[in-house]
């Protein structure tokens, strides 16, 4: 089992940047796939960012160029600093771990980009 927890939603102006940060506790494989997803009121659960172990981003098109995903590998922790937001961006956020067995989600966190 793994356990993902994520932090640093809120409510920011458009143009505003904010740094989500997720992190992974229990039976982490060395080799994994962590990143983010996103679901706004009534659309589907898109993803947004994602980087394995040891390689470099993956980002949606809509996100490229203001987004950037992170990892602390030794730390288990995956960030995604967010600037430059618009009111499209606003969602719940879900951190998602992928290994070669399981994969699993966090109970997602809120960002709202609103004046």
């Known amino acids: 089992q793994v356990q993902l927890v994520e932090s640093g939603g809120g409510l920011v102006q458009p143009g505003g940047s904010l740094r989500l940060s997720c992190v992974a506790s229990?039976?982490?494989?060395?080799?994994?796939?962590m990143g983010w997803h996103r679901q706004a009121p009534g659309k589907e659960r898109e993803l947004v960012a994602s980087?394995?172990?040891?390689?470099?981003?993956n980002y949606a098109d809509s996100v490229k160029g203001r987004f950037t995903i992170s990892r602390e590998n030794a730390l288990n922790t995956v960030y995604l600093q967010m600037n430059s937001l618009k009111p499209e961006d606003t969602a719940v956020y879900y951190c998602?771990?992928?290994?070669?067995?399981?994969?699993?989600w966090g109970k997602g966190t809120l960002v709202t980009v609103s004046s």
């Open positions: 229990g039976s982490i494989s060395s080799i994994n796939l």
């Open positions: 998602n771990y992928r290994d070669s067995a399981m994969g699993y």
């Open positions: 980087m394995s172990t040891n390689s470099n981003g």
